[in-house]
Each structure stands twice: as C-alpha cells, then as structure tokens.
C-alpha cells in the first residue's frame, strides 16, 4: 500500500509570526487592503510505503510529527492521510 | 463576511527539492524506512475580511498567489476558501 500524507504545521496563535506580518505588509502595499490576518507555516507530503493499515500510518506520522517535523513547544500541525493505492 | 482561506505551495515535481531529501534522511536515520519521499513546502493561511463573495475571494487569491505568494514558474499551489461567518 501507498499512502500520500500531507502536513500542516504552524505557529500556535500566543506566538509572534513576524514573516506573517511581512507577507501581510506586502499584499496591503499590492491593494490587498481586505487581508486582516496572514499566519505563515511548512507544508510537507510524505509518500510512504508498506504494510501499514491506515490508521497504523496516522499513529506514525503523529510520532513522526512530534519528533522531528514540528516543535510541539510553539508549533500546532495537523494531517491527513490518503490511500494512493499500490499493492498491499 | 469572513473567510480563512489555507494555501498550500510546494515545489514543482521537476524541481530538485533538498530539503525535502534531509527531511527524508532524517526520517530514516530515526527508523522511519517506510517514507520514500518527502516535500518541503509552505503553508499559508489568510483571514480576508469584506464584503466580497465566496468566488470573487478566491479569483483574489487566485491574483495573489500568481504576484506575490508563490513563484509560478517552480512552485505549484493550491489553495481553499471557506466562510468564517461574520456579518454579509
């Protein structure tokens, strides 16, 4: 089986996100007056392979998350994982 | 209205992506040999405020993306748009 995963990660709302503020800056001086709030983060897509069932690729990529992809301390992330078919 | 509209880019598949390879590397070397391959790309979310309705929203960061979010010609992005309530 193949599952495609894909991860959001970003800061957690008490933390300042400077680089969302630029980009805020920069569509305000395009004309973008109507974007109030820009928050900047990582996306990642993982292919991963194997035997796995679903939710055993979920309990995983939440590790996976915790120990290396996000920072749990200033960071929230979420995911979703999709079967890509192949054989199993 | 409101919206929250998330923004996903990555880099384009011909695109040679070596963050990519050293989040895989070191998903590997912590035992995760499952992961054959991994893409680093951004995540952004945008709070829009306004009068606007849903799809002249998404023509705007259509308009966005193309002028400031991403580089069309190594990034692919895709994004989606949903109403946060607020008053019409």
Do not use: W
């Not at 709302?13 to 974007?35: F, W």
């Not at 200033?74 to 078919?85: C, K, L, N, P, R």
């Amino acid at each position: 089986m193949q599952f495609v995963v894909r991860i959001e990660i970003k800061l957690k709302e008490s933390i300042l996100d400077p680089q969302g503020q630029a980009v805020r800056g920069g569509l305000t001086s395009l004309g973008y007056k109507n974007v109030v709030d820009v928050h900047v983060g990582k996306y990642l897509e993982l292919l991963i392979e194997g035997s796995k069932e679903q939710d055993e690729v979920e309990r995983q990529v939440e590790e996976m998350c915790q120990r290396l992809l996000a920072n749990p301390v200033i960071e929230d992330y979420s995911f979703q994982v999709e079967s890509a078919g192949g054989i199993g």
